[in-house]
Every structure is written in structure tokens, then in C-alpha cells.
T-cell receptor
Framework: DVKVTQSSRYLVKRTGEKVFLECVQDMDHENMFWYRQDPGLGLRLIYFSYDVKMKEKGDIPEGYSVSREKKERFSLILESASTNQTSMYLC?????????????????FGSGTQLSVL | GQQLNQSPQSMFIQEGEDVSMNCTSSSIFNTWLWYKQDPGEGPVLLIALYKAGELTSNGRLTAQFGITRKDSFLNISASIPSDVGIYFCAGQLYYKYIFGTGTRLKVLA
């Protein structure tokens, strides 16, 4: 089974702190994603990466940055945490979407990190 | 960001009953995915669908990829208490995944 591991289940940080959320996948997936999930707003894409050192902004990148130095690891960085970044953060991974490679469009999620910024 | 219309939003059912939910979109997708999410946990993939009209089962779960490629349906047969949770769909096109608003399922024993 695919395993996507997020380093922390719960984090409590203070306003202004720099926060690192780590994600590792063990299936050699090219694509990795960071989402945040908030009640009533659903899943919103922050950033995604389709290869090492490559990144693309999602729908809500402001206040966040990412790092992908190795294929299996995708880090989300909150440069200066604010209370409105309190949320559930979900990492996910997949192969590239290619219709000829059935099964490679599946998106697998980690267990999530519930971040509280005080 | 964009979300897919998913209905119903929530439902209470008796144990043993069948459940149906669906997702609709104005966009065409290559793949439809169905997930279940328990409180405080990440979503778990239940079923993946790859072509229009496809019907796929996973135990008591059956899902269909709509003919127009703009909708998908999930059925749960003979529900049990552990089916409680939030179910949501996702449509995929290349790198982009669009998620449904979710259906909260509560099963009464």
C-alpha cells in the first residue's frame, strides 16, 4: 500500500513563528501536493510539485512556501505563522496523470497535521 | 477554489439501509475518486473510476463514472455503524483535483 507520512499529527505554534510541515511518500510518486482543509471551505490547494525542485502555486499560496529537494519529501513552510493559518493540513501524492497508465491518477493522502496558531 | 456539488450534504440512516450520494460538475474529468474521512484523519481512497460508464465495486461500496464524465455516484449497501464519516468525491484532470463538498453520513444502530 502507498504510504504518505506527515511528521506531526498535532502542532501548536505562536504567531510569527516559522513552521515546517514535513511529508514523505514511499511510492516513488512524481506529484506531491499540500492542501488545507477548513470547515465549509473544503480542500484548498496550497502548492504542488511535479518533480524534484519544481513547484507550482495552487489556489491559496500566500503566506506559504514549499521545498522539494528529494523526490520522496515535500515540505510546507509557514514563513511567519498567523492565526488564520490554523487549519488541518493534508499532504498527498500521485503519479503523473496519464490516461495510458491506468491507476496512476489515484491521489493518496497522509493522516493530516492539525495546526493551531495562537 | 472550485468545489464540486455533492448531495446530500448529510444523512441519517438506519443500520442495514442502503445509501446513495452523488457529485456533479460543469467540467469533464478523466478520473473520479471517492474518499472517506474520519474526524481528525486524512481522507482514505475508496474507489477510483477511469472511464465514462464504468461501474466499480469495493465490498459494499459501488461507484459509477457518469456517461457525460461530469458526474459520479457512490452507493453503500447494508450500512453498518463504522460507515459513519464524511464521504467526498474528487474529479481529476492532469495535475488538478477538484473535491466535492462532502456528505456526512450518520448511521443509527
Amino acid at each position: 500500500d502507498v504510504k504518505v507520512t506527515q511528521s506531526s499529527r498535532y502542532l501548536v505554534k505562536r504567531t510569527g513563528e516559522k513552521v515546517f510541515l514535513e511529508c514523505v511518500q514511499d511510492m516513488d510518486h512524481e506529484n506531491m501536493f499540500w492542501y488545507r482543509q477548513d470547515p465549509g471551505l473544503g480542500l484548498r490547494l496550497i502548492y504542488f510539485s511535479y518533480d524534484v525542485k519544481m513547484k507550482e502555486k495552487g489556489d491559496i499560496p500566500e503566506g506559504y512556501s514549499v521545498s522539494r529537494e528529494k523526490k520522496e519529501r515535500f515540505s510546507l513552510i509557514l514563513e511567519s505563522a498567523s492565526t488564520n493559518q490554523t487549519s488541518m493540513y493534508l499532504c498527498a501524492s500521485s503519479f503523473p496523470g496519464q490516461r495510458t497508465r491506468r491507476g496512476n491518477e489515484k491521489l493518496f493522502f497522509g493522516s493530516g497535521t492539525q495546526l493551531s496558531v495562537l | 477554489g472550485q468545489q464540486l456539488n455533492q448531495s446530500p450534504q448529510s444523512m441519517f440512516i438506519q443500520e442495514g439501509e442502503d445509501v446513495s450520494m452523488n457529485c456533479t460538475s460543469s467540467s469533464i474529468f478523466n478520473t473520479w475518486l471517492w474518499y472517506k474521512q474520519d474526524p481528525g484523519e486524512g481522507p482514505v481512497l475508496l474507489i477510483a473510476l477511469y472511464k465514462a460508464g464504468e461501474l466499480t465495486s469495493n465490498g459494499r461500496l459501488t461507484a459509477q463514472f457518469g456517461i457525460t464524465r461530469k458526474d459520479s455516484f457512490l452507493n453503500i449497501s447494508a450500512s453498518i455503524p463504522s460507515d459513519v464519516g464524511i464521504y467526498f468525491c474528487a474529479g481529476q484532470l492532469y495535475y488538478k483535483y477538484i473535491f466535492g463538498t462532502g456528505t456526512r453520513l450518520k448511521v443509527l444502530a
